[in-house]
Protein backbone atom coordinates (compact mmCIF):
# COMPACT_ATOMS: atom_id res chain seq x y z
CA UNK A 1 0.00 0.00 0.00
CA UNK A 2 1.40 3.29 -1.21
CA UNK A 3 2.05 5.63 2.16
CA UNK A 4 0.06 8.49 2.34
CA UNK A 5 1.43 12.00 1.84
CA UNK A 6 0.06 14.21 5.83
CA UNK A 7 -0.18 17.40 3.85
CA UNK A 8 3.00 20.06 5.33
CA UNK A 9 2.55 23.80 6.46
CA UNK A 10 5.25 26.22 6.26
CA UNK A 11 5.77 28.12 9.22
CA UNK A 12 7.29 31.48 9.53
CA UNK A 13 11.00 30.56 9.81
CA UNK A 14 10.82 28.69 6.63
CA UNK A 15 10.82 25.25 7.98
CA UNK A 16 8.14 22.79 7.45
CA UNK A 17 5.60 20.89 9.83
CA UNK A 18 3.84 17.94 9.06
CA UNK A 19 -0.04 19.45 9.76
CA UNK A 20 -0.89 15.67 10.96
CA UNK A 21 0.92 14.03 13.88
CA UNK A 22 0.97 11.60 17.29
CA UNK A 23 0.45 13.39 20.63
CA UNK A 24 1.33 11.09 23.82
CA UNK A 25 0.01 13.15 26.55
CA UNK A 26 -0.89 10.64 29.17
CA UNK A 27 0.79 7.86 27.49
CA UNK A 28 2.42 5.60 30.07
CA UNK A 29 6.65 5.79 30.35
CA UNK A 30 6.32 1.84 30.14
CA UNK A 31 3.92 1.75 27.06
CA UNK A 32 5.30 4.61 25.42
CA UNK A 33 7.80 2.55 22.98
CA UNK A 34 5.32 0.08 21.77
CA UNK A 35 2.71 2.95 21.53
CA UNK A 36 5.23 5.12 19.15
CA UNK A 37 6.60 2.34 17.49
CA UNK A 38 2.78 1.74 16.54
CA UNK A 39 2.43 5.31 15.15
CA UNK A 40 5.32 5.41 13.60
CA UNK A 41 4.23 1.98 11.02
CA UNK A 42 0.92 3.40 10.73
CA UNK A 43 2.55 6.04 9.16
CA UNK A 44 2.64 9.15 11.51
CA UNK A 45 6.19 11.19 11.35
CA UNK A 46 5.63 14.27 13.75
CA UNK A 47 5.66 13.34 17.94
CA UNK A 48 4.35 16.02 19.72
CA UNK A 49 6.03 15.29 23.42
CA UNK A 50 6.70 17.34 26.54
CA UNK A 51 9.77 16.97 29.43
CA UNK A 52 7.01 16.53 31.37
CA UNK A 53 5.19 13.45 30.11
CA UNK A 54 7.89 11.53 31.39
CA UNK A 55 8.09 9.71 28.64
CA UNK A 56 10.72 11.08 26.00
CA UNK A 57 13.03 8.29 26.82
CA UNK A 58 10.37 6.04 24.97
CA UNK A 59 9.88 8.33 22.45
CA UNK A 60 13.14 8.03 21.85
CA UNK A 61 13.82 4.27 21.86
CA UNK A 62 11.02 4.06 19.20
CA UNK A 63 12.47 6.80 17.13
CA UNK A 64 16.24 4.75 17.21
CA UNK A 65 14.35 1.28 16.81
CA UNK A 66 11.95 2.36 13.38
CA UNK A 67 15.28 2.98 11.16
CA UNK A 68 13.17 6.35 9.89
CA UNK A 69 15.80 8.84 8.55
CA UNK A 70 15.97 11.73 10.91
CA UNK A 71 14.69 14.05 8.38
CA UNK A 72 11.47 12.18 7.91
CA UNK A 73 10.81 13.09 11.44
CA UNK A 74 9.39 16.14 13.43
CA UNK A 75 9.87 15.92 16.70
CA UNK A 76 8.19 18.46 18.92
CA UNK A 77 9.09 18.85 22.99
CA UNK A 78 8.45 21.47 25.47
CA UNK A 79 10.14 23.26 28.55
CA UNK A 80 8.50 22.30 31.79
CA UNK A 81 7.24 25.04 33.65
CA UNK A 82 10.08 25.10 36.68
CA UNK A 83 13.03 25.08 34.07
CA UNK A 84 11.86 28.57 32.65
CA UNK A 85 14.68 31.15 32.83
CA UNK A 86 18.06 32.20 31.38
CA UNK A 87 20.16 30.00 33.49
CA UNK A 88 17.36 26.30 33.75
CA UNK A 89 16.33 26.77 30.33
CA UNK A 90 19.66 25.38 28.12
CA UNK A 91 20.11 22.34 30.29
CA UNK A 92 16.65 21.69 30.39
CA UNK A 93 16.68 21.49 26.19
CA UNK A 94 19.57 19.18 26.85
CA UNK A 95 18.58 16.91 29.35
CA UNK A 96 15.39 16.32 26.92
CA UNK A 97 17.73 15.65 23.90
CA UNK A 98 19.38 12.90 26.08
CA UNK A 99 16.51 11.03 26.77
CA UNK A 100 15.50 11.75 23.08
CA UNK A 101 18.53 10.41 22.18
CA UNK A 102 18.81 12.98 19.52
CA UNK A 103 21.00 16.02 18.48
CA UNK A 104 18.60 18.53 17.92
CA UNK A 105 14.19 18.69 17.85
CA UNK A 106 12.34 20.11 15.10
CA UNK A 107 10.46 22.26 17.37
CA UNK A 108 10.81 23.31 20.84
CA UNK A 109 8.04 24.83 22.87
CA UNK A 110 7.42 27.18 26.15
CA UNK A 111 5.14 24.50 27.68
CA UNK A 112 3.03 27.19 30.00
CA UNK A 113 3.45 31.01 29.90
CA UNK A 114 3.21 31.64 33.94
CA UNK A 115 2.69 34.86 33.99
CA UNK A 116 3.08 35.04 37.70
CA UNK A 117 6.63 34.38 37.36
CA UNK A 118 7.18 36.98 34.50
CA UNK A 119 9.88 34.75 33.35
CA UNK A 120 8.95 33.76 29.97
CA UNK A 121 10.20 36.54 28.33
CA UNK A 122 13.41 35.93 29.32
CA UNK A 123 13.30 32.42 28.71
CA UNK A 124 12.15 33.03 24.97
CA UNK A 125 15.59 34.77 24.55
CA UNK A 126 16.79 31.71 25.64
CA UNK A 127 15.01 29.61 23.25
CA UNK A 128 16.38 31.90 20.63
CA UNK A 129 19.76 31.22 21.59
CA UNK A 130 19.16 27.37 21.52
CA UNK A 131 17.38 27.84 18.20
CA UNK A 132 21.03 29.43 16.84
CA UNK A 133 22.79 26.59 18.57
CA UNK A 134 20.90 24.04 16.08
CA UNK A 135 19.08 21.74 19.12
CA UNK A 136 16.43 23.28 17.60
CA UNK A 137 15.17 23.92 14.40
CA UNK A 138 12.02 26.04 15.35
CA UNK A 139 10.92 27.85 18.42
CA UNK A 140 7.44 28.18 19.50
CA UNK A 141 5.15 28.85 22.65
CA UNK A 142 2.05 27.18 23.96
CA UNK A 143 -0.94 28.00 26.07
CA UNK A 144 0.28 31.84 25.33
CA UNK A 145 -2.37 34.27 25.29
CA UNK A 146 -2.65 37.04 22.97
CA UNK A 147 -1.06 39.80 25.28
CA UNK A 148 1.81 36.98 25.83
CA UNK A 149 2.54 36.54 22.31
CA UNK A 150 2.88 40.22 21.88
CA UNK A 151 4.82 40.75 25.09
CA UNK A 152 7.66 38.29 23.44
CA UNK A 153 7.13 39.74 19.87
CA UNK A 154 7.52 43.33 21.42
CA UNK A 155 10.51 42.67 23.63
CA UNK A 156 12.63 40.02 20.91
CA UNK A 157 13.79 39.26 17.90
CA UNK A 158 11.76 36.52 16.63
CA UNK A 159 7.81 35.62 16.43
CA UNK A 160 6.88 32.41 17.51
CA UNK A 161 6.53 29.90 14.77
CA UNK A 162 3.59 28.62 16.91
CA UNK A 163 1.14 28.74 19.53
CA UNK A 164 0.22 25.46 20.99
CA UNK A 165 -3.58 25.66 22.35
CA UNK A 166 -6.50 24.16 23.62
CA UNK A 167 -8.50 23.92 21.09
CA UNK A 168 -11.87 21.50 19.57
CA UNK A 169 -15.16 22.55 18.78
CA UNK A 170 -16.37 23.79 21.94
CA UNK A 171 -13.45 25.79 22.40
CA UNK A 172 -12.08 27.25 18.79
CA UNK A 173 -10.37 30.03 19.93
CA UNK A 174 -11.55 32.51 17.41
CA UNK A 175 -9.92 35.49 18.52
CA UNK A 176 -6.53 34.12 19.38
CA UNK A 177 -6.39 32.36 15.75
CA UNK A 178 -7.26 35.82 13.88
CA UNK A 179 -4.23 37.83 15.92
CA UNK A 180 -1.72 34.75 15.20
CA UNK A 181 -2.91 34.81 11.36
CA UNK A 182 -1.87 38.16 11.55
CA UNK A 183 1.44 37.70 12.70
CA UNK A 184 2.45 34.91 10.94
CA UNK A 185 2.10 32.21 13.98
CA UNK A 186 0.33 29.12 12.95
CA UNK A 187 -1.85 27.43 15.53
CA UNK A 188 -1.69 23.47 17.10
CA UNK A 189 -4.75 22.37 18.41
CA UNK A 190 -4.04 20.48 22.13
CA UNK A 191 -7.00 18.35 23.22
CA UNK A 192 -8.46 18.47 19.64
CA UNK A 193 -11.19 15.72 20.39
CA UNK A 194 -12.10 17.32 23.49
CA UNK A 195 -9.81 15.02 25.14
CA UNK A 196 -13.14 13.15 25.23
CA UNK A 197 -14.65 14.94 28.45
CA UNK A 198 -17.77 15.79 26.29
CA UNK A 199 -20.15 14.42 23.95
CA UNK A 200 -18.50 16.16 20.67
CA UNK A 201 -19.06 12.86 18.70
CA UNK A 202 -22.96 13.05 19.56
CA UNK A 203 -23.66 16.24 18.21
CA UNK A 204 -25.93 16.44 15.00
CA UNK A 205 -22.82 18.73 13.24
CA UNK A 206 -20.52 16.53 13.56
CA UNK A 207 -22.31 12.97 13.67
CA UNK A 208 -24.70 13.78 10.31
CA UNK A 209 -21.32 14.64 8.66
CA UNK A 210 -19.90 11.20 9.81
CA UNK A 211 -22.42 9.85 8.42
CA UNK A 212 -23.13 11.37 5.10
CA UNK A 213 -19.19 10.56 4.50
CA UNK A 214 -19.03 7.31 6.06
CA UNK A 215 -16.17 7.55 8.49
CA UNK A 216 -16.41 8.20 12.53
CA UNK A 217 -16.92 11.55 14.16
CA UNK A 218 -13.14 11.63 15.56
CA UNK A 219 -12.08 11.70 11.55
CA UNK A 220 -15.05 14.22 10.87
CA UNK A 221 -13.56 16.59 13.92
CA UNK A 222 -9.95 15.51 12.75
CA UNK A 223 -10.82 16.92 9.05
CA UNK A 224 -12.36 19.96 11.11
CA UNK A 225 -8.95 20.75 12.28
CA UNK A 226 -7.09 19.96 8.98
CA UNK A 227 -9.18 22.36 7.29
CA UNK A 228 -9.22 25.09 9.27
CA UNK A 229 -5.64 25.66 8.66
CA UNK A 230 -4.60 23.89 12.43
CA UNK A 231 -1.91 21.41 13.32
CA UNK A 232 -3.14 18.51 15.02
CA UNK A 233 -1.96 15.09 16.90
CA UNK A 234 -4.99 13.52 17.98
CA UNK A 235 -3.45 10.79 21.15
CA UNK A 236 -4.91 7.24 21.74
CA UNK A 237 -3.42 3.86 23.01
CA UNK A 238 -5.04 2.06 20.26
CA UNK A 239 -3.22 1.37 17.19
CA UNK A 240 -6.96 0.68 14.86
CA UNK A 241 -7.96 4.17 16.48
CA UNK A 242 -4.60 5.63 14.91
CA UNK A 243 -4.91 4.12 11.92
CA UNK A 244 -8.39 5.69 11.99
CA UNK A 245 -7.44 9.11 13.01
CA UNK A 246 -4.73 8.97 10.25
CA UNK A 247 -6.96 8.19 7.48
CA UNK A 248 -8.24 11.42 7.13
CA UNK A 249 -7.19 12.49 3.43
CA UNK A 250 -10.05 10.35 1.73
CA UNK A 251 -12.68 12.56 2.31
CA UNK A 252 -13.83 16.25 2.63
CA UNK A 253 -16.10 18.68 4.54
CA UNK A 254 -18.71 20.82 2.64
CA UNK A 255 -18.19 24.84 3.70
CA UNK A 256 -21.53 24.22 5.02
CA UNK A 257 -20.37 21.37 7.00
CA UNK A 258 -16.82 22.89 8.66
CA UNK A 259 -19.16 26.06 9.39
CA UNK A 260 -21.92 24.05 11.16
CA UNK A 261 -19.30 22.73 13.50
CA UNK A 262 -17.76 26.49 13.91
CA UNK A 263 -21.14 27.00 14.93
CA UNK A 264 -20.17 24.35 17.86
CA UNK A 265 -18.30 26.90 19.74
CA UNK A 266 -19.34 27.61 23.45
CA UNK A 267 -15.96 28.80 25.20
CA UNK A 268 -15.46 26.02 27.26
CA UNK A 269 -12.48 24.50 28.11
CA UNK A 270 -12.01 21.04 29.01
CA UNK A 271 -8.75 21.79 30.52
CA UNK A 272 -6.07 24.77 32.47
CA UNK A 273 -6.74 28.27 31.96
CA UNK A 274 -3.20 29.96 31.59
CA UNK A 275 -4.14 32.90 33.38
CA UNK A 276 -5.13 31.54 36.06
CA UNK A 277 -4.18 27.66 37.06
CA UNK A 278 -0.74 27.76 37.70
CA UNK A 279 1.43 24.44 38.25
P1 LIG B 1 -7.36 14.43 22.52
O1 LIG B 1 -8.41 15.45 22.26
O2 LIG B 1 -6.44 13.98 21.45
O3 LIG B 1 -8.17 13.22 23.13
C1 LIG B 1 -7.62 12.01 23.43
C2 LIG B 1 -8.80 11.10 23.82
O4 LIG B 1 -9.59 10.84 22.64
C3 LIG B 1 -8.32 9.77 24.33
O5 LIG B 1 -9.10 9.49 25.48
C4 LIG B 1 -8.64 8.80 23.22
O6 LIG B 1 -9.04 7.56 23.72
C5 LIG B 1 -9.78 9.46 22.48
N1 LIG B 1 -9.72 9.13 21.04
C6 LIG B 1 -8.64 9.28 20.22
N2 LIG B 1 -8.95 8.86 18.97
C7 LIG B 1 -10.24 8.43 19.01
C8 LIG B 1 -11.11 7.87 18.05
N3 LIG B 1 -10.73 7.69 16.79
N4 LIG B 1 -12.36 7.56 18.42
C9 LIG B 1 -12.77 7.76 19.70
N5 LIG B 1 -12.00 8.27 20.66
C10 LIG B 1 -10.74 8.60 20.33
O7 LIG B 1 -6.53 14.93 23.80
P2 LIG B 1 -5.02 15.14 24.21
O8 LIG B 1 -4.27 13.87 24.23
O9 LIG B 1 -5.05 15.92 25.46
O10 LIG B 1 -4.42 16.08 23.05
C11 LIG B 1 -3.60 15.62 21.99
C12 LIG B 1 -2.16 15.99 22.23
O11 LIG B 1 -2.02 17.39 22.48
C13 LIG B 1 -1.55 15.38 23.50
O12 LIG B 1 -1.30 14.00 23.38
C14 LIG B 1 -0.33 16.24 23.66
O13 LIG B 1 0.68 15.86 22.74
C15 LIG B 1 -0.89 17.61 23.32
N6 LIG B 1 -1.31 18.36 24.53
C16 LIG B 1 -0.64 19.50 24.84
C17 LIG B 1 -1.00 20.25 25.95
C18 LIG B 1 -0.26 21.52 26.26
O14 LIG B 1 -0.44 22.09 27.34
N7 LIG B 1 0.58 21.99 25.38
C19 LIG B 1 -2.05 19.84 26.78
C20 LIG B 1 -2.73 18.67 26.46
C21 LIG B 1 -2.37 17.95 25.32
Known amino acids: MERVTVPTIELNDGNSIPQL ?18 ALEVGYRHIDTAAVYGNE ?4 RAIAASG ?10 KLWNADQGAESAPSAID ?13 YLIHWPRP ?28 FTV ?12 VPAVNQVEL ?3 FSQSALRTFARQQGIHIESWGPLGQGKYDLFGMPAVAEAAEAHGVSPAQVVIRWHLQNGLIVFPKTNSRDRMAQNFDVFGFELSDDEVNAIDRLDEGKRVGADPEVDFF
Do not use: C
Open 116 to 143: DRDLYVETWRAMEQMKADGKTRSIGVSN
Open 168 to 170: HPA
Open 68 to 77: IPREELFITT
Open 147 to 158: DHLQRVIDESDT
Open 95 to 107: ASLERLGLDHVDL
Open 57 to 60: EGVG
Open 21 to 38: GFGVFRVEPVETERIVSD
